[in-house]
């Protein structure tokens, strides 16, 4: 029966390889008898063939014995290479060690036959080094995912060897290097993932003969070049991502033989050219980004007809002309529509048919004509229920904003429709959208009053209405967006007083009131609103009275603008509290008095403008040690000698014409000499002076020798409390201190090494040292940010580094220490969780804080950093407070320590603030780009 089968399987496969006439003629020829004999042949075929099966299996066996021990052998020594080329932090390939039996060492998978590697998964674990060369001599390797650690250096050639490989995952590390031209001989590989590293270089040109694969990612490297036209071939590609390169030239034509690609990410680089048309005809696309390039072109009518099934589409920051296609209405998948920063002209198309868009982004184009009805599409983006941003600023709109805005999503969180020509007044309805967070109308002919609605959109941070033509006054309600940061009504026709209600929007960080018709007083409420940091500007209006002295509460403020108002009286003594001002603008005012001495204080103001006032008294000295790169106080009543230093060196960056009783100054600035009788009671001053100060000298130069005197003697004995931090001690003098860093001296261990207790050669007093463990990735970091943070802060309640060693032990290794007070009674964490084997001779029974204790320590905590973050000079954030960091000393006070992980607060927060609002646009595209 079977062989039966066989014959008419043989029979069959015959006809295969004839032609149809031939096969009939043999058909013919062949007898009985023939038939007869040619199946006892294939027996016989049949019969030699198990034999040589059956022997070559045995003899297999018999190799494999030796073989197998021999392969694993490779397999154990090689992941034995692969540890010892990787730095480990948390000690996961701890466990690969002998014994165990390294299938089951973490992250190895074997197969079960061969008991060989195949598959290496070591993700997300904090591993560091380089990836072993010797990898390739996992042959039986077919998945290696190396993903979300911080490998570095290049990847090796060798993995050119892994021919079974099929997935290679090496996303989010540092690797460098080029992508090795030998990974092209891995042809079972169906995914090729290594986005998010720096990696550098060509794709290789031949990547296109790895015909299995799948998934090409990337991203985020630093690819030059371009992309190779072999990659066409890659018929079974459904992701190829090389966003975020370098990658230029065209975008190859063989891209659209792509029949089964889904996904097609080329945002981010520098690709030139037209958009090959056979690309816009992968039907099976859900995911195309060419946004942030220099492509051209526009974009075919039927795009919404060949691509129905797109998603995420980009073509943002390019030079694409021509109308949005009215097909995209087709793409009823679509979620993600950005079209910003183009050259697209014409009406946008209805997207009723749309109903999961999210982000509607067509922004910084010449879209819409001018007139009436050109925002009708934003009605038909009410079909859309999951609706998020809508950004269709900078275009060229026209007419009113449409009622049916109030229909939008609910879940709408930032709307945009800033610098168009919209005219007509702001609906109502507005106050629907009740998760608006972002709205801007600025920059456009809207009228009307500002409705007091808005004041339900109780979720807004950031209203932008400036730039428009709103009549009537400020709405009370803007008082209930308490959670507001931005709120800018510049350039409009707003009369009336400023309410005080926005001093209740106490998140307010910028406030921008200038050039209206406001008139009153600046109430007190607003100049108490402590947020304000960026700027606040009320100028250009009819504002009048005095500056509040609240105004001291800005400590954060930035920048003040009050010019071009009614202001009088005196500029308030508090205004020097403002301490982080930089740019202070009080022009064309009616203030007058003197500049308060207070305003010394402001040690980063750059620009001062006083123009234009009532001003008078002496020009201060102290403005020359200000960091001024300008100061008006032209048209003033000021008088006397100018100043020489400082910002009174230049005199473009200095103005003081029309202040008719200056004199002296330097010589640009062609002011009178000082009288004579003035220089003559100032040479009077000058000598009284000299010699009280050459009286102070002598007395300080007398005292300092008695204290060195004193000091000498006193320094036999007490050589470290009097170092001050600045001396050095040696590496020798630790070891022995320590009795050779002996255990029994092991006080502690951390994060970045080992504290020891030790007493250093003269002085008796106790010690505590710390030994930086600098193997440890960071350690030495550590050392540095501690020395800094340290360098310049004393506080009773924070630890005191006596002093630091740097420099080599006896093997030649680097060798870091601090050297801090000795803390008898311990860190509270020993007090709060006692050890019961625990901390040898400090181990008391008894050992239990009391309530007072506790609120002492507490308070310690809290006065250290009350002065950390408000009294040190340059803000330090300790960023590692933790009960083992606070130290009791023998009368039980707390004292801060550890600031190995302590930062600095950059004084430059503002113009961080600023940066980032001054790029929404881009913020939202790169919110939401692949
Ligand atoms: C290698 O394989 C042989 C045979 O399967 C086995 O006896 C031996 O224990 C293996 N050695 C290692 C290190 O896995
Ligand atoms: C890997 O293979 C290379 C070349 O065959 C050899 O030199 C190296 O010693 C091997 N490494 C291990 C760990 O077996
Ligand atoms: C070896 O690994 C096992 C399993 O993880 C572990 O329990 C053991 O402590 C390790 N041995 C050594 C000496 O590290
Ligand atoms: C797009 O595909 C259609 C049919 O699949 C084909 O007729 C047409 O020539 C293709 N266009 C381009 C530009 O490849
Ligand atoms: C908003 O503000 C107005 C005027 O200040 C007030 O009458 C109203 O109750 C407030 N609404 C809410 C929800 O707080
Ligand atoms: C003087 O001030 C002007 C304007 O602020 C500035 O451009 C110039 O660099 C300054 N010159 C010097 C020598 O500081």
Not at 646 to 668: D, Q
Not at 854 to 863: G, Q, T, W, Y
Request: neutral net charge; hydrophobic residues 40%; aromatic residues 6%.
């Amino acid at each position: 029966m079977s062989l039966k089968k066989q014959t008419s399987v043989l029979g069959t496969r015959h006809k295969d390889h004839t032609t149809s006439k031939k096969k009939q003629e043999k058909k013919k020829k062949v007898s009985l008898l023939a038939l007869a004999a040619l199946m006892d042949l294939r027996q016989w075929f049949l019969l030699c063939i198990t034999c040589t099966i059956t022997t070559a299996l045995f003899s297999c066996t018999a190799v494999s014995r030796a073989e197998v021990t021999r392969r694993n052998e490779t397999d154990r020594l090689t992941l034995l290479e692969v540890k010892s080329n990787t730095v480990d932090p948390l000690g996961i390939l701890s466990s690969w060690n002998s014994t165990v039996h390294f299938c089951h060492w973490h992250g190895v998978t074997c197969g079960r036959r061969h008991q060989r590697v195949i598959i290496l998964e070591l993700q997300s674990l904090q591993l560091s080094g380089t990836i072993s060369p010797h990898i390739g001599n996992l042959s039986f390797l077919r998945e290696l995912n190396l993903r979300n650690n911080s490998f570095i250096s290049a990847i090796p050639p060798e993995v050119g060897l892994l021919s079974r490989l099929q997935v290679l995952r090496l996303n989010n590390n540092s690797l460098t290097g080029p992508i090795p031209q030998a990974i092209t001989r891995c042809s079972n590989l169906t995914s090729l993932l290594l986005a998010q590293n720096m990696i550098e270089g060509n794709v290789p040109a031949d990547i296109g003969s790895l015909s299995r694969l799948q998934k090409l990612d990337l991203r985020g490297n630093s690819l030059t070049g371009t992309i190779p036209p072999s990659v066409g071939n890659l018929s079974s590609l459904e992701y190829f991502m090389v966003s975020r390169n370098s990658l230029g030239g065209a975008i190859p034509n063989t891209l659209g033989n792509l029949r089964n690609l889904r996904q097609l990410a080329l945002g981010e680089n520098t690709f030139v050219g037209t958009v090959p048309s056979s690309i816009f005809n992968i039907t099976s696309l859900e995911l195309l980004d060419m946004g942030i390039s220099q492509l051209k072109g526009s974009l075919p009518w039927d795009l919404g007809v060949t691509l129905p099934n797109l998603y995420f589409l980009s073509v943002a920051y390019n030079q694409f002309t021509g109308p949005i296609p009215r097909s995209v209405s087709n793409m009823s998948s679509l979620s993600f529509f950005i079209m910003a920063a183009n050259g697209f002209t014409g009406g946008v198309p209805s997207l009723a048919e749309v109903r999961g868009l999210s982000l509607f982004h067509i922004a910084v184009n010449h879209l819409g004509s001018g007139e009436a009805d050109d925002l009708n599409f934003l009605c038909s983006l009410s079909n859309s229920a999951s609706l998020q941003k809508v950004d269709a600023s900078q275009n060229n709109f026209g007419g009113a904003i449409p009622e049916c805005i109030g229909n939008l999503s609910k879940t709408l969180n930032a709307f945009s429709l800033s610098d168009n020509a919209l005219s007509g007044s702001l609906s109502s309805s507005i106050s629907n959208l009740i998760n608006l967070e972002f709205l801007s109308i600025m920059g456009n002919n809207i009228s009307g009053a500002i409705p007091p609605e808005i004041g339900d959109l109780i979720n807004t941070k950031q209203l932008h209405l400036g730039y428009c033509q709103f009549i009537g006054e400020i709405p009370d309600a803007l008082g209930n967006l308490t959670t507001m940061t931005h709120l800018s009504l510049r350039e409009n026709n707003l009369r009336g007083t400023i309410p005080p209600s926005p001093g209740k929007c106490n998140s307010l960080i910028l406030l921008d009131l200038g050039s209206n018709k406001l008139y009153g007083a600046i109430p007190p409420e607003i100049t108490r609103l402590s947020s304000l940091s960026i700027y606040a500007d009320f100028s250009m209006n009819n504002l009048t009275g005095e500056l509040p002295m609240e105004i001291g509460n800005l400590k954060n403020l930035g920048e003040l603008d009050l010019f071009g108002n009614k202001l009088s009286g005196e500029i308030p003594a508090s205004l020097g509290s403002c301490i982080s001002l930089e740019k202070l603008y009080m022009q064309d005012n009616s203030f007058s008095g003197s500049i308060p001495s207070t305003l010394s204080s402001l040690r980063g103001i750059q620009a001062m403008n006083f123009s234009n006032n009532r001003l008078s008294g002496q020009v201060p000295q102290f403005l020359q040690d200000l960091p001024l790169v300008s100061l008006d106080l032209a048209f003033n009543d000021f008088e006397g000698a100018l100043p020489m230093q400082g910002v009174f060196t230049n005199v473009t960056a200095t103005s003081v014409v029309g202040n008719a009783k200056l004199c002296g100054g330097l010589p640009p600035f062609q002011l009178p000499e000082c009288k004579i009788e003035r220089s003559n009671t100032s040479s009077r001053v000058k000598l009284i002076v000299s010699f009280t100060v050459s009286g102070i000298l002598v007395l300080v130069l007398v005292m300092s020798l008695v204290y060195v005197l004193w000091r000498r003697k006193e320094r036999k004995t007490l050589t470290l409390s009097s170092s001050d931090g600045h001396l050095t001690v040696s590496y020798q003098s630790l070891l022995k201190a320590t009795d050779g860093f002996s255990s029994t001296n092991l006080i502690g261990t951390g994060s970045f090494g080992s504290v020891y207790k030790g007493a250093l050669d003269l002085s008796e007093k106790v010690v505590a040292i710390k030994v930086l463990n600098l193997a440890q990735y960071g350690a030495s970091k550590s050392f540095m940010a501690e020395c800094q943070a340290l360098r310049n802060i004393r506080h009773r309640n924070l630890v005191k580094v006596l002093t630091a060693c740097s420099g080599f032990d006896y093997q030649g290794n680097d060798f870091k220490a601090l050297i801090y007070e000795f803390m008898a009674n311990g860190s509270i964490d020993e007090w709060l969780h006692p050890r019961a084997s625990g901390g040898a001779e400090s181990a008391p029974s008894s050992r239990k804080l009391n309530l007072l204790q506790r609120v002492n320590i507490a308070r310690d905590v809290a006065c250290a950093f009350d002065y950390l973050h408000h009294q040190s000079e340059i803000p330090i954030v300790h960023c590692d407070l933790k009960p083992s960091n606070v130290l009791l000393d023998d009368e039980m006070n707390g004292h801060v320590g550890d600031f190995g992980l302590a930062r600095f607060l950059p004084a430059a927060t503002h113009e961080f603030l600023r940066e980032q609002t001054s790029s929404v646009g881009v913020r939202i595209y790169r919110l939401y780009s692949s």
